[in-house]
């Protein structure tokens, strides 16, 4: 798809693309610290996915993310500031793509 098929300036989409290569980039070199930042690239690709006709985008966003979040476990899922900090990311990627 284009970048006017998604409603997307190509400035957007350069930045979105650079954010997400990214965030996988500092996932794999550290889990902990990438887990935030791959949580607001799939935040905004669900948005992404919500905004156009076709829906499957939203699942498979959210089942790569859980995917990570479940197989991944150096994640402190104990630690409630981990917890919000990651939930507040996937917030922040959603609402980057909205408004």
Excluded at 68 to 73: F, G
Aim: hydrophobic content about 55%; overall charge positive.
């Amino acid at each position: 798809a284009s970048c006017k098929d998604m409603n997307f300036q190509p400035w957007f989409m350069t930045c979105a693309g650079l954010w997400m290569a990214g965030s996988s980039a500092l996932f794999l070199h550290h889990e902990v610290w990438g887990f935030p930042f791959m949580a607001a690239s799939m935040g905004g690709a669900a948005a992404t996915a919500a905004m156009s006709p076709a829906k499957p985008g939203i699942v498979f966003s959210s089942a790569t993310l859980a995917a990570m979040a479940y197989t991944t476990k150096s994640l402190p899922f104990a630690e409630w500031k981990f917890i919000v900090f990651s939930i507040a990311m996937w917030l922040f990627g959603v609402l980057s793509r909205v408004y």
